[in-house]
């Protein structure tokens, strides 16, 4: 053991823990993962909410909707959503579910809660300002909370926040303080991501227990290790555009806004600002940031099949190589969403090269997947028909990624539904399938109780039926032209042909949304009153399945940190007695680890 | 169990590598400060590749050698004197910085402090120094929406990008100053490791190698 987890270890032995520092200043990294899930959680009903009131303004446009009155009052007067509000709203949930949901809920919650279990450590490297991470995401929370409530309403510019909307405090009633504080919040959240990613590098650097080589690593670690790098690189270049977009809105320099710009009648004497150079920084890290969330869902999903399949993952190596790749690629593809902005044909083909360069190490994901589940004793877990629905998510809006990707077609379909129905699959809901396996998967190792798996498999069927009842049809709006980002189709003839299909996408939503509850019962009853946990119920491979504890405490492990002899998915291996060998099990090996 | 696998085993554990130790020795510390250092740098790389685009894009772009003529008590007009000497400043200052990681790793207290003493002082001369520049440039008339030479974004991206590197500067004073306290406490001794110093020392070279960008791409091309 190395000497900084020996003194952690005694520190934690004498410690007396009072409430204050083991529920909310806590800087135990399972409890700062569970605060990081139990806020994505809470974000997530916003941001579904959000995504209610959006469907329900274009399946029923121009009726009162009682409801929206009472719930978002000045926003809805008379019960009839404000075009300025359905976009705000629009810009909300989609910040809501990226950076707060998404991103919070995966490298945050099982970044923190996994890393240290997995690898073998006591907790993260630098315990201290993993917990200002948690807490610097808190304030960005409050921050975004709060610009709902500023007279102008929040921001309006969409999630990409593009200028010149988000430059000019005088564009649309969301320009003004509501998107000052969505800047602020982003700031905030970078921050976090920051101090996160640090952490994360550091401890799978330096504190993996004895044996327990960078190729022995769960895939979800690897995945984990792989987003934090991506979020450490694209972060700050975010950070960098931000900054000028609050110098813009607050102190008139014009970084981001052209000359001649009029707002009604008044011509704006900025000068010299590119409003595309927004687009370029915006999209080096908006690309990064898909990844960044979906590689930790790739990761579980990856270890998710392999321990429910009881076979060993297909191609651990190739998978690793994968996720590198796309983590390299992902870097040098952004040009995909400017092919429209202008951007000479040349570069755009090679912005079209790089983008299409992708499918190869996705498709090695997915062929991977697949050959694990080949013949395998699958055991249908819910956490399991997660990752599964994951990998047909996955490939639903891989597939459509192509078309997108290349220019001539995106040409046509840029702004329209397709994307929405594009981005929902791969990003949205393959992400949100990642969070949902993970959680069902790990729920026993966090509170030391089992879910209900039944209720688990009726979510799940719910849920992944609705996902494709309501995104699926969006591609047909999108390839006819559609527009997305708007507030209602009753202006033209052909997207007035679609009110039925709108209003069918809207029943599916309610419906799939309120499938949620059974799932949010589950956990929560689950947390109290689900059946006691084993250590080891899944009959997993992996170290955090070795704690002495079904739910570990400050520590992790009572005694010494165990000692690692192979590699993380090992299943159905000949010379096992069960048909799973822990990373951990010594046999054949006598006893070399007593130096 | 076969031979090969106790025999690789072996080997893995030994292996820098293998776990259970930090590889190559380098503390986490100490690779959480390079890691810190390459994501700071694309928050620079962001502002000078933006300032490049407004400076190919923009026409007139003013001539730097006729805007930073100021030198103070010499009465005569000196193009880029001044911040030349800055940068010389700030380089020595890396210099010394150099001498109180060696100092301190020899358990040299007394040097490592003197050492640390003339890196904050150099430091905050270069900080005086950018506080006179800024002075200068806005009595000329420059702001962050116009300034007497020209296109508006250059004062802007000005104030931007030194601003941001001088809040780097200031705080890089502040732990260089935590830093000296705890060697003259025995604060390093006792721990019985000076990387501490070492590991400001690293942000402190990176701040200094920031500026010869900013100096390079800004003032003199
Ligand atoms: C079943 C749940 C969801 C429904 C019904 C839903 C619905 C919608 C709708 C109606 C829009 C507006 C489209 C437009 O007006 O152009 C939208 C936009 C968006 N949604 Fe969702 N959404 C859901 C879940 C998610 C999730 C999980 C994510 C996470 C990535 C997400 C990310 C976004 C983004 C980024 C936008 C774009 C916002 C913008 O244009 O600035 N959504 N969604
Ligand atoms: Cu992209």
Known sequence: MSSEQASLHVDIEHHKESFISKYIFSYDHKMIGKQYMITALIWALIGMGLSWVMRIQLAYPGQQIPIFETLLGRYAEGGILAPEYYIAMMTMHGTIMVFFVLTAGLVGTFGNFLIPLQIGARDMAFPLINMLSYWTFFLASVVMLLSFFVESGPAAAGWTAYPPLSALSSAIPGSGAGQSLWLLSIALFIVSSLFGSLNYIVTVLNLRTKGMTLGRMPLTVWAVFIAAILGLLAFPVLLAGAIMLLLDKHLATSFFIPAGLYVGDALLSYEGGSPILWQHIFWFFGHPEVYIVALPALGICSEVIATCARKPLFGYKAMIASLLAIAFLSFIVWGHHMFVSGMNPFLGSVFVLTTILIAVPSAVKVFNWLTTLWRGKIHYTPGMLFAMGLVSLFITGGLTGIFLGNAPIDIQLHDTYFVVAHFHFVMGAAALFGIFAGIYHWFPKMYGRMMSNMWGRIHFWLTFVGIYLIFFPMHFMGTTGVPRRYYAFTEFEYTMQYGGMNEFITIATLITGAAQVIFLVNFFGSMFFGKKAETNPWKAATLEWTTDDPMPGHG????????????????????GKEDFILQTDSTGFGKMDKE | ??????????????????????????????????????????????????????????????????????????????????????????????????????????????????????????????????????????????????????????????????????????????????????????????????????IVGLYWHFVDLVWVFVFTFFYLL
């Not at chain 2, 590749?49 to 103070?72: C, I, K, N, Q």
């Not at chain 2, 109180?100 to 402090?113: C, E, H, M, Q």
């Open chain 2, 1 to 198: 169990m076969n031979h090969d696998a106790v025999l690789e085993q072996k080997k893995i554990m030994e292996s820098e590598w293998g776990g259970g130790k930090a590889p190559f020795g380098v503390s986490w510390r100490k690779y959480m400060m390079w890691i810190f250092i390459v994501s700071d740098a694309f928050t620079f790389g962001a502002f000078l590749a933006a300032y490049g685009l407004f400076r190919v894009t923009s026409a007139g772009w003013p001539d730097t050698y006729e805007v930073f003529t100021a030198f103070p008590f010499i009465g005569v007009e000196a193009p880029m004197l001044f911040v030349a000497m800055m940068t010389f400043i700030l380089i020595c200052s890396s210099f010394t910085m150099a001498l109180a990681v060696s100092a301190s790793y020899k358990n040299d207290r007394t040097k490592a402090l003197k050492f640390l003493g003339l890196t904050i002082l150099g430091g905050s001369i270069f900080i005086l120094c950018q506080v006179y520049e800024w002075y200068h440039i806005i009595h000329d008339g420059a702001t962050m929406t116009s300034n007497p030479w020209g296109v508006p974004l250059f004062s802007a991206t000005f104030f931007m990008i030194t601003g941001f590197h001088g809040l780097h500067v200031l705080s890089g004073l502040i732990l260089l100053t935590i830093t000296a306290l705890k060697v003259k406490r025995g604060f390093y001794e006792r721990r019985g490791s000076y990387e501490g110093v070492e």
């Open chain 1, 556 to 575: 992790n492990w009572k005694g010494e940190i165990p000692t690692v002899y192979r590699g993380p998915h090992e299943y159905s291996t000949p010379d």
